[in-house]
């Protein structure tokens, strides 16, 4: 055989190695071609499109939203990203319930990649923050189960739940305006919550049909993606494309749940109820979920329905290699040892679970690889103190390495133009120079997830996202 002919079959078979090195990639690539699905690429390589790292997500409550927060986090630090994070004053969140504001952002975390922290999204105030090619994406759930887990999980902070007697959901949507204040504390999560959190008017009534179809085509031409809570893993399908991540950039593990006990089934009628009550979610839901199937469907059941099965594999393989082949078990908090894994508990009513190492693994656990798998079950709290003191600590560095005789260049503002509804893809533009160090704060502590800040309107020259924002 000619050297010639050695190399070739050299090159075929390290090719054909690599690929199945890396989880079946071959194997992809021919059914994605026998199914017609567009390429997409499962591992970095030259030529393909880099990754989108400018994203806002706006962390919408009780919708899945904590799972893609946490994805976001390791996106962000595996490829030294920053991620904007709330000054002390705000906790873990971004002063909710007022309308974001860019103050409200911690300065080591400027200028930011990635937003995903709980916020009241205010448009004009993340212009000014992020670069123009932000891709701007957020999260819907289907508003009867939705609403059901808010009023589980806020029942001792919100007052329109709290003095419903016996805590009793049927009885709060038979009269709820006999419990409900649409001007008082925490109201937001009695109510059209979803359309709130979005920067709309939550009390706005069912028959302004008007103001409902605005608030709803807005909400279209501002986020590129609206994923659907009841189809995580199809949305992280979109999600992937939009940006073109790799598969292990969308790899998961379902957090911040309640215990099957914390959970109550809807009675017959209460469905309707709750969307007669909600009717602005309810609008908002059924036209993005409408929405996201219409985008599925551009692509192709058979492509959907491989990548969804590339995707569960992939995390199969994950758990394989972080926990020994499981899941680790759920624990409830007070079984916890690690502290840094115990979730926040809203009330004694609600349990909210979490992941506890297994023994075999919980000493020793300080790798680069182990400290992966440990941030893929941390909760939000304290996977956001651990972010903000590394990203402090890389600020630090930084100024440090500056010479000291050059000023301080002032964060560059943005240019204020239209966000384009598909975003050019490309990387992030680069930072620039922070300004001087303040005293270093303390790592936000733990909170209610309900904010310390009643209710209240938008500060003057501030723009929330919807045709006519009235805030109580």
Request: net charge positive; charged share 20%; with cysteine.
């Amino acid at each position: 055989m000619s050297q010639k002919k050695i190399f070739l079959v050299f090159i075929a078979i390290s090719t054909v190695s690599l690929l199945l090195h890396h989880g079946g990639h071959l194997s992809w690539t021919m059914e994605a071609f026998r199914l017609g699905c567009p390429a997409l690429r499962a591992h970095p390589a030259a030529g393909l499109k880099p990754k989108h790292t400018n994203v806002v997500f706006l962390k919408t409550h009780k919708t899945a939203s904590t799972t893609m927060q946490n994805l976001l986090f390791r996106f962000a630090e595996r490829n030294n990203l920053t991620v904007a994070l709330p000054v002390q004053a705000c906790s873990h969140q971004f002063c909710y319930p007022r309308p974001f504001a860019a103050h409200f952002v911690h300065p080591h975390t400027l200028p930011p990649n990635v937003v995903t922290s709980h916020m009241r999204f205010n448009a004009g105030e993340l212009r000014r923050l992020m670069p123009n090619d932000t891709v701007y994406a957020t999260i819907l759930r289907e508003p009867g189960s939705m609403f059901e887990s808010l009023f589980g999980y806020y029942n001792q902070y919100c007052q329109s739940f709290k003095r419903v007697p016996n805590g009793s959901l049927d009885a709060f949507l038979d009269e709820p305006w006999r419990y409900y204040r649409p001007d008082e504390k925490d109201s937001m999560y009695a109510r059209n919550t979803l359309t709130f959190d979005l920067g709309g008017d939550k009390d706005r009534p069912a028959s302004d049909a008007a103001y409902a179809r605005a608030f709803v085509a807005e909400v279209e031409r501002v986020f590129s993606l609206v994923m659907i809570a009841e189809y995580f893993d199809e949305s992280l399908v979109l999600l992937r494309r939009l940006l073109s991540w790799d598969l292990d950039d969308i790899l998961y593990v379902k957090l911040n749940m309640r215990t099957p006990g914390s959970k109550r089934s809807l009675t017959p009628g209460l469905p309707a109820k709750i969307r007669a009550w909600n009717s602005l979610d309810a609008r908002l839901y059924d036209h993005f979920n409408a929405s996201l199937w219409r985008q599925l469907s551009a692509l192709g059941a058979a492509c959907v329905a491989r990548e969804v099965r590339l995707l569960r594999r992939a995390q199969e393989r994950l758990m394989r290699s972080c926990f020994g082949g499981r899941m680790p078990p759920l624990r409830s908090a007070a079984q916890i040892k690690n502290k840094d894994l115990r979730p926040w508990q809203p009330s004694g009513k609600v349990d909210i679970v979490g992941y506890d190492l297994p023994a075999n693994l919980s000493r020793g656990f300080s790798g680069p690889a182990q400290e992966l798998c440990l941030k893929l079950i941390m909760p939000e709290v304290q996977y956001t103190r651990v972010l903000l003191r590394s990203q402090s600590l890389r600020y630090r560095r930084g100024y440090q390495l500056r010479p000291q005789q050059q000023p301080s260049r002032p964060l560059p503002q943005p240019v204020h133009t239209a966000l384009p509804r598909h975003p050019q893809v490309h990387r992030g533009q680069a930072a620039a120079a922070p300004p001087p160090p303040p005293a270093a704060p303390a790592a936000p502590g733990p909170s209610s997830g309900t904010g310390s800040s009643a209710t209240s309107r938008p500060a003057a020259g501030t723009t929330v996202l919807g045709p006519q924002s009235s805030q109580s």
